[in-house]
């Protein structure tokens, strides 16, 4: 059967979209970006008008470069936890709050005091924080702040389920990523949405990742095409890393990193995100906050591209006197959820120039996730060898590099970049009908195309500067809390 499937990833930086066919190849891609507003200190806002409008630029592409009928449905995958806040129109009663947005940690810290750890594992299957981009969290803070917007909200909803709503008119979204408000059987954890009254009704029905939604609405680009409910973007980036079974690793590179491992073992372990298990699935996540956006930050400091200071650092060689560099730039998500910590360049002298400071930058991204990989592998009980790696920060082959050496791990690279766009095509072709079920989707649409191996040689400098990473945040850390 000749079909094509459309995925969309409506992610921190750009609303980005694949159009595959039933092999997996990628017949057209997509991509806008959309801005971030960050007027006041912990303030990281979007405004949902122009996460529409890169969805309808990508379907208004699409339609135009594969005949509509072959297409069996639409995927939506999204940035969490980023939430939107709508009336009983489904219009957005003020900008969207994104997951790196820290204002409510106040909010977060009341509500995380009257949780006990024993209750977190009795919900979750681990002590899960409620941090500042907790769901309840960022109600409490509008609650707080806007009672006028509080007051006129009816659903409080993440990017993907916006999407869903203005193309098909159904509120819908799905367990796993309700993360930190559903116990392991998919459900809302009543006690703890007492803690904010109002915040349960405000909160969406939920359904499997490949139940169809709705369809698109009359006037609309492919109007009358399913709409599937989709997965929170580490969920899709997973499925297009091609990891579906217990003891797959993946690396999703983005905006953050977003390290995880599939395991049906549970260790619990401060630090790491225990998802729900979803057909079977137990995913255990360690995202951290800056992964492509430390790139970009130095990107706009030098005034050089991501791809010049990839090329920069791959003429530099690794070396214990290389500037370490701690990439907390907005605090820090996993494995430690400390968001007063911030970044900072150590032992920089008057040698280091730019291409010193983008291995040093790469460097300490890498280790901000090795320090992730640690804890998933005492959290999963498993020693993780290899992990399937996509996300746009996984095109440079200097990074990769950087990464198999100080995570001393192999690294398969997937051949579509935007792997959570493709893990959202793959559950529309579940949704659709086209396959049967989500494995052999995964392993039909999922290519490589290459594979990075790790420097053993390099092990002890790496061994050692990871420890110097470790002992300068500790260093800092009572510094940054003062503030």
Not at 268 to 278: A, E, K, N, R
Not at 394 to 421: K, N
Request: hydrophobic content about 45%; overall charge negative; aromatic content about 8%.
């Amino acid at each position: 059967m000749d079909f094509c499937l459309i995925g969309i990833d409506i992610g921190t930086t750009s609303t980005k979209a694949t159009l595959i066919d039933q092999n997996g190849v990628q017949l057209a891609s997509f991509s806008r970006p959309h801005p971030t507003s960050r007027l006041t200190p912990g303030m990281a806002e979007q405004d949902p008008q122009d996460w529409m409008d890169g969805v309808l630029g990508a379907l208004g592409q699409f339609s135009g470069a594969v005949d509509p009928a072959r297409v069996l449905g639409i995927g939506l995958t999204s940035q969490v936890n980023s939430h939107v806040f709508v009336d009983d129109k489904g219009e957005a009663v003020r900008a969207g709050i994104t997951w790196q947005d820290t204002r409510a940690a106040g909010d977060a810290a009341k509500l995380d005091a009257q949780v006990t750890a024993e209750q977190k594992t009795a919900w979750f299957g681990g002590p899960v924080p409620i941090d500042a981009s907790h769901a309840l969290s960022r109600m409490a803070f509008v609650a707080r702040t806007e009672p006028e917007s509080w007051a006129a909200t009816r659903h409080v909803l993440l990017p993907k389920d916006f999407v869903a709503l203005k193309l098909t008119g159904a509120v819908s979204s799905d367990p796993v990523a309700a993360v930190g408000l559903v116990n392991a059987k998919g459900a809302y954890v009543s006690e703890l949405l007492d803690l904010l009254p109002g915040s349960a009704g405000r909160l969406p029905p939920l359904f499997p990742f490949h139940h169809i939604a709705g369809r698109v609405r009359a006037g609309l680009p492919f109007a009358g095409l399913p709409v599937t409910v989709g997965a929170m973007d580490a969920w899709a980036g997973m499925f297009g890393c091609g990891v579906v079974s217990d003891g797959d690793a993946m690396y999703q590179s983005g905006t953050s990193e977003i390290p995880g491992v599939v395991s049906s073992t549970v260790v619990p372990t401060p630090g790491v995100i225990l998802f729900p298990p979803y057909e079977g699935i137990r995913m255990h996540a360690a995202p951290t906050q800056s992964g492509g956006a430390a790139l970009s930050w130095l990107s706009t400091l030098l005034g050089r591209s991501p791809a010049e200071l990839s090329a920069l650092a791959g003429t530099c060689e690794p070396s214990e006197g290389l500037p370490l560099f701690l990439p907390h730039l907005a605090g820090e998500r996993a494995p430690i959820w400390d968001s007063a910590s911030r970044g900072t360049f150590a032992r920089l002298d008057a040698n280091a120039g730019p291409a010193h400071i983008s291995r040093s930058v790469m460097e300490g991204v890498a280790f901000s996730v090795r320090w992730a990989f640690e804890t998933l592998s005492r959290s999963a009980g498993a020693r993780i060898e290899v992990a399937n790696i996509g996300g746009g920060g996984s095109r440079s082959d200097v990074w990769c590099q950087i990464r198999a050496d100080v995570l001393g791990m192999r690294l398969r690279r997937t051949t579509v970049p935007d792997a959570a766009a493709l893990g959202a095509a793959i559950l529309t072709g579940v949704g659709s009908g086209a396959f049967e079920a989500l494995l052999p989707a995964v392993r039909q649409l999922v290519r490589f195309e290459r594979t990075f191996e790790p420097n053993r040689g390099l092990a002890a400098l790496y061994d050692e500067r990871f420890e110097h990473f470790r002992s300068l945040y500790e260093t800092l850390k009572p510094f940054n809390a003062r503030f």
